[in-house]
């Protein structure tokens, strides 16, 4: 089955910084790449996902790249705010069978 | 739109007792619901994928005796903990599927005594 690798498991930034976080997936089939918001307490929130036909998609301060030579996709935030601060979960599926593995998650501190 | 609730919030039970918790996609139809379950500051852990119409498919570790899903319509799927006991205390959080897209349910936090 999928096997999804997140890191860093902690990442701590300063207000207006930028934070990446990068995770790779191990089965080829997979071509759907969404990644998660959690904030404390609440439920998992779509924040921007990726189709395996593209490489990049940006949504104001969010971006995602996707590299599937080396299996490999990340989540890029700029000029970060504390309302970022949250656990960022990235998943991989296939669209077909979509059954979702998800990454063990990111908690992103930004400090204000 | 894509919205999606659960009920209860949060519940306490007794050992021994069985729960239900509902999770209904309000302004969309979901052939497909999913069952998380969420240990604090960990991932979310797939219990099993519920099909309308037809029996829930389990991951690999879960007791589909102990936890009972039944998705009856394309809006509600039910998860009962039965004979809970307190390692089943955890965050169970649903999702439906809509297109490739997958929305999630606010979280029960359940906790047995």
């Known amino acids: 089955g999928e096997n999804v690798e997140q890191h860093p498991s902690t990442l701590s930034v300063q207000e207006g910084d930028s934070a990446v976080i990068k995770c790779t997936y191990s089965?080829?089939?997979?071509?759907?790449f969404p990644w998660y918001k959690q904030e404390l307490g609440k439920r998992p929130q779509l924040i921007i996902d990726?189709?395996?036909?593209?490489g990049e998609k940006k949504d104001q301060r969010i971006a995602v790249t996707l590299n599937k030579t080396a299996k490999h996709f990340s989540l890029h935030i700029t000029e970060t705010q504390p309302e970022d601060s949250a656990v960022y979960f990235c998943?991989?599926?296939?669209?077909?069978?979509?059954?979702?593995?998800f990454g063990r998650g990111t908690s992103l501190i930004v400090h204000p | 739109g894509a919205v999606v609730s659960q009920h209860p919030s949060w519940v306490i039970c007794k050992s021994g007792t069985s729960v239900k918790i509902e999770c209904r996609s309000l302004?969309?139809?979901?052939?497909?619901m999913f069952w998380y379950r969420q240990f604090p500051k960990q991932s979310l852990m797939l219990m099993a994928t519920?099909?309308?119409?037809?029996?829930?498919?389990?991951e690999q570790g879960v007791e589909k005796d102990k936890f009972l899903i039944n998705h009856a319509s394309l809006t509600l799927s039910t998860l009962t903990v039965t004979s809970a006991h307190p390692e089943d205390s955890s965050f169970y959080i649903c999702?439906?599927?809509?297109?490739?897209?997958?929305?999630f349910g606010p979280g029960t936090r359940l906790t047995v005594t």
């Open positions: 999702s439906a599927k809509r297109t490739d897209e997958q929305y």
């Open positions: 089965d080829s089939a997979s071509n759907y």
């Open positions: 990726i189709r395996s036909n593209v």
């Open positions: 998943a991989a599926s296939n669209i077909g069978s979509y059954i979702p593995t």
């Open positions: 302004d969309f139809q979901a052939t497909t």
């Open positions: 519920s099909n309308e119409g037809s029996k829930a498919t389990y």
